[in-house]
């Protein structure tokens, strides 16, 4: 049975907020447009005596934020026009004057006061008594005749009654027209209902998080550190293990694509799926017919693209679990590799194929085609500016082409260090501490940094002679690790700065696949045929 909620509570459970934070013109705004008024005092009872002991000074500023009946409003302004220094704090404009309760009762006791002159000016500048003068005529000339006046009259001003009782009768009035609500009603709402995401595991305690985009904070590690000790291990099923996983750019997300056709999205800090996702929490999954082997993120992690076994590629809104875009045929072959353009319209795929293809996504058709490497596409990448395409194969080459025309602009072969022949290139990363160059992966027990044009910059290498070639690489945000993992299940850690080796640490027992890091943290993932992905700090 769901909940009910009035939308004027909503609306008053703002202005509480506006008014706690001395957004006193926003708080009018709202008031005005919404015709909603909070209505709220601290303490009733508190409000009651300062009415009945006549503190004025104290009642006319929290009634100038009250949204009250045109008859008490006048009673109150009629009552207190005796006194004319809170007349003239009227005057000033210090609030709305026609906002503040009962001014009949204001009027009065000014004039008994003998501050004849304020009285009367309240009398001709307030709306209030404007309206008094057109809708009340005969009202309005008694309280004008009495300012006139050079005595005071209490038996006929107050008639029958007294100034005490006439306040004691505003007060009780009034107190018919406020409430009393708890503070800060806007955070503790707030507040519970992270709580109790936290009860249901669907926010990891002690996490900072950000209200605005409804994720938690991510953090940002300052230094860039390699990694070296185990934070935790996710396991799959017995008959399953992840072939690809990626994070999202904002940090949020580790997604894994399973050899089972499943597509998982987990939080990477308690180790366990997401279940603020609903379809999640509802066991309902993004998934391929066979096995996926490639996915990417849009820049914005709104959208996800996977490619599996069978060549589909398939578009997914990632909150939503929602299939946005299929295409059955993208490949002939197994997908190896998948990425957005820059503008977030087109997908590039790279397959088992041959082939490098450009898809889009409005039309759900393929738009280019790549040719020329004479086996597997390993990898397939936009340089960050979108103007170009690079892709490797185990053809042991590397492209680089044109990403509107299509044209192959240079080829060329990284170094063979390998005894075996020609080493397949596995993978490619523009490196981020220039555009221009980029770190190409073959398999062998050398990583280089090169140019776009094939001329090596810097290598690295292992030392391992026999049983140590590399899978599988990444570079850290800034650039200064790369990290490689080998076929000995070992992930070595490369320093930009030195070129030196600074780390080998074991991975995996067996069947080692590959790799990814965080985008803001000292946090790589690697993953295994063995059926887990281990998530690694510094």
Same mark, same amino acid.
């Given at each position: 049975m769901s909940l009910e909620i009035e939308a004027t509570d909503v609306i008053k459970i703002i202005l509480q907020f506006c008014k706690e934070n001395a957004l006193l013109d926003s708080l009018q705004a709202i008031q005005n447009e919404c015709q909603v008024s909070l209505n709220t005092v601290d303490s009733i009872e508190t409000f009651v005596s300062e009415i009945n002991n006549g503190r004025w000074d104290q009642v006319l500023p929290v009634v100038s934020r009250l949204k009250l009946p045109h008859g008490k409003l006048e009673s109150l302004y009629e009552l207190v026009s005796q006194c004319a220094w809170h007349a003239s704090l009227l005057c000033r404009g210090n609030m709305h004057i026609e906002?503040?309760?009962?001014?009949?009762?204001?009027?009065?006791?000014?004039?008994?006061?003998?501050?004849?002159?304020?009285?009367?000016?309240?009398?001709?500048?307030?709306?209030?008594?404007?309206r008094m003068k057109q809708e009340e005529p005969d009202r309005f000339l008694k309280l004008e005749h009495l300012?006139?006046?050079?005595?005071?009259?209490?038996?006929?001003?107050?008639?029958?009654?007294?100034?005490?009782?006439r306040r004691a009768q505003i007060a009780h009035f009034l107190s018919q027209e406020v409430s009393t609500v708890p503070p800060q009603r806007l955070m503790?709402?707030?507040?519970?209902?992270?709580?109790?995401?936290?009860?249901?595991?669907?926010?990891?305690?002690?996490?900072?998080?950000?209200?605005?985009?409804?994720?938690?904070?991510?953090?940002?590690?300052?230094?860039?550190?390699?990694?070296?000790?185990?934070?935790? @291990?996710?396991?799959?099923?017995? +008959?399953?293990?992840?072939?690809?996983?990626?994070? *999202?750019? $904002? %940090?949020?997300?580790? !997604?894994?694509?399973s050899a089972d056709g499943f597509i998982e999205v987990w939080d990477f800090i308690t180790g366990k799926l997401k279940k603020d996702l609903q379809y999640q929490a509802?066991?309902?999954?993004?998934?391929?017919?066979?096995?996926v082997l490639a996915l990417s993120f849009s820049k914005d992690s709104e959208l996800l693209v996977s490619?599996?076994?069978?060549?589909?590629?398939?578009?997914?809104?990632?909150?939503?679990?929602?299939?946005?875009?299929?295409?059955?045929?993208?490949?002939?072959?197994?997908? @190896?590799?998948?990425?957005?353009? +820059?503008?977030?319209?087109?997908?590039?795929?790279? *397959?088992? $194929? %041959?082939?490098?293809? !450009?898809?889009?996504?409005k039309s759900g058709k393929m738009l280019k085609e790549l040719r020329g490497h004479t086996s597997y596409v390993n990898d397939a990448i936009y340089s960050p500016d979108g103007s170009q395409i690079v892709s490797t194969s185990s053809d042991a080459s590397v492209r680089v082409?044109?990403?509107?025309?299509?044209?192959?602009?240079t080829s060329f072969r990284p170094p063979q260090t390998s005894t075996s022949g020609e080493a397949s290139v596995n993978a490619v990363h523009f490196y981020p501490q220039n555009p221009d160059q980029i770190i190409v992966c073959n398999r062998s027990s050398t990583v280089f940094i090169m140019t776009l044009h094939g001329h090596v910059v810097k290598s690295f290498q292992s030392g391992k002679r026999e049983g140590g070639d590399f899978l599988a690489c990444w570079v850290s945000p800034r650039?200064?690790?790369?990290?490689?993992?080998?076929?000995?299940?070992?992930?070595?850690?490369?320093?930009?700065?030195?070129?030196?080796?600074?780390?080998?640490?074991?991975?995996?027992?067996?069947?080692?696949?590959?790799?990814?890091?965080?985008?803001?943290?000292?946090?790589?993932?690697?993953?295994?045929?063995?059926?887990?992905?281990?998530?690694?700090?510094?």
């Open positions: 906002h503040i309760l009962h001014l009949h009762q204001v009027v009065l006791e000014m004039v008994e006061l003998r501050e004849v002159d304020t009285a009367r000016a309240v009398l001709r500048q307030t709306p209030v008594f404007n300012c006139g006046r050079t005595y005071f009259d209490t038996k006929e001003v107050w008639a029958g009654t007294s100034k005490e009782k503790a709402l707030i507040g519970q209902a992270l709580k109790w995401q936290q009860h249901q595991g669907l926010l990891p305690p002690g996490t900072a998080f950000d209200l605005f985009r409804g994720t938690a904070q991510g953090t940002r590690d300052e230094v860039e550190r390699y990694p070296s000790q185990l934070d935790r @291990t996710i396991k799959f099923g017995k +008959k399953s293990h992840p072939e690809c996983a990626v994070f *999202s750019p $904002d %940090g949020q997300m580790l !997604v894994t694509g509802d066991e309902q999954f993004m998934m391929h017919d066979e096995a490619g599996s076994q069978d060549g589909k590629i398939k578009v997914w809104k990632v909150r939503t679990g929602q299939c946005l875009r299929k295409y059955e045929r993208a490949h002939t072959q197994g997908v @190896t590799a998948v990425g957005f353009s +820059k503008d977030g319209t087109h997908v590039l795929s790279s *397959s088992y $194929d %041959g082939l490098v293809r !450009v898809h889009g996504i082409w044109d990403s509107k025309t299509c044209d192959c602009l650039g200064e690790w790369i990290y490689c993992l080998g076929e000995d299940s070992i992930l070595y850690s490369f320093s930009t700065a030195t070129g030196k080796l600074e780390n080998l640490m074991q991975v995996a027992d067996k069947g080692p696949i590959g790799l990814c890091q965080h985008p803001h943290r000292n946090l790589v993932a690697t993953y295994a045929d063995e059926g887990s992905l281990k998530l690694w700090k510094a």
